[in-house]
């Protein structure tokens, strides 16, 4: 039998659809690897219950794990919990700022458990680190994500919102 952390580095292979610089392991939303008898089962938190790439993903992931001679996949979604940006690894957050994507700066989730839902923090920026930045719309390319401008270099950016 595989060792699950050895299918969690295969699925490193597998990227997000919407930020191809995250795997869905950087990301955070493979929550498990077992085996039932020969079945690999993966389970995944779709990053809102109504993601529209929850069908791509699940694909990619048979395909990945197919690939490496995982003759049998089963992909269950679980949707509580919730997801959320901490569960995001640094190395995630690191390939997000390369990607001219500003990286969650705060946790969604307190030391006590309670989801919180910060106001709209100072976002340094991806681009020139500057954090003379300004929220331009709660919303960017897509709902996750708000549109911040960069006082210094003025570039516009997305900032991967904390939920």
Sequence with gaps: MIDAQQVMGWLQEVADPE?????????????EVSWEQEVCVVTITPTYSG???IFEISRAIEQCLLAHEIKSVRIDTRIAPAWT???????GHSAL????IAPPVQRAVDISGIIRRPAMPA???PQCGSKSTRLVSDFGSTSCKALYRCSDCREPFDYFKTH
């Excluded at 930020?19 to 929550?31: A, E, K, N, T, Y």
């Excluded at 940006?85 to 190395?91: A, I, K, L, V």
């Excluded at 700022?97 to 001219?100: E, F, M, R, T, V």
Aim: net charge negative; proline share 10%.
């Design 85 to 91: 940006t901490d569960w995001m690894t640094e190395q």
């Design 97 to 100: 700022k390369s990607y001219g």
């Design 19 to 31: 930020i191809p610089v995250l795997s869905i392991v950087d990301l955070g939303i493979v929550r």
């Design 123 to 125: 976002v340094p920026c």
């Design 51 to 53: 993601c529209p790439a």
